[in-house]
């Protein structure tokens, strides 16, 4: 009884170790992807997604992320779900009516009519595995449109609130891949966004946020950024 105890002891610590070890290494697993392009259009629809230069100012990225803040008071970690039409969070939801951004936005769909489609939320520490932004699952019956058909273009917007240039907490993703429908994750990177810059991305591009193991390896103290995680 007292071996197998020992034995098990063992195991136990190896695998911790092991966790540790991998944790420490995680970042290199994907790449840091820095740059911000001129050519917007070429390389969204090369690769899926495009980082888009001082979008905002820093004034008005702390102003929203206090907002933000003030709103969630000491929670750890959270959704908020649908707030431009729970009318909550009045300047964070000013964010989509940027001059800038739909500036971008109309490049991307190359002078085609475009509309807000509703889905908006927030992330605060999040963790969030690799996935593509359809509907999946048990729920996969209720999607009506197929988003690897040519009748829909949906692409997705996210803002940092706080800068990911020295970090590797910024959105996953893997190039190339909103034209595949399989989730493969070979060859991704991590993007470094500063305050004011944003990530573009088509909306079945596979991507991820913080993973387990990130979160693991920030609960250890093993990888640590500055500031709590918001992402709009």
């Known amino acids: 009884m007292k071996f197998n105890l020992v034995y098990w002891v063992v195991i136990v610590c190896v695998v911790i170790v092991i966790i540790i070890l991998f944790c420490l290494q995680y970042d ?12 917007v259009v070429v390389q969204f629809n090369r690769e899926g997604f495009v980082i888009v230069r001082d979008v905002f100012t820093d004034d008005e990225i ?3 992320r206090k907002e933000i803040e ?11 779900v649908d707030f431009v039409n729970r009318g909550i969070l009045p300047k964070t939801s ?58 829909q273009r949906i692409v997705k917007v996210a803002i ?22 399989q989730i493969e994750t070979r060859g991704c990177r991590v993007l470094r966004p500063k305050i004011g810059w944003v990530v ?25 950024s500055d500031r709590k995680r918001i992402l709009v």
Request: charged fraction near 30%.
């Open 62 to 64: 702390k102003s929203v």
């Open 70 to 80: 003030d709103y969630i008071g000491d929670s750890t970690s959270l959704s908020v």
């Open 94 to 151: 000013s964010l989509r009516g940027s001059p800038r951004l739909h500036m971008v936005l109309r490049q991307i769909f190359d002078g085609d009519d475009y509309r807000f489609c509703n889905h908006n939320d927030i992330g605060y520490e999040r963790i969030v595995p690799w996935h593509k932004d359809r509907l999946n699952d048990r729920y996969r019956k209720y999607e009506r449109l197929d988003p690897f058909s040519t009748e």
């Open 200 to 224: 573009i991305f088509d909306q079945r591009l596979t991507h991820r946020g913080d993973g387990l193991l990130q979160g693991l390896a920030k609960y250890l103290g093993l990888n640590k």
């Open 28 to 39: 290199r697993l994907c790449q840091p992807w820095h740059e911000a392009t001129q050519d």
């Open 160 to 181: 940092y609130l706080q800068s990911h240039e020295n970090d590797s907490h910024g959105l996953h993703v893997v190039p190339r891949s909103q034209t595949k429908r």
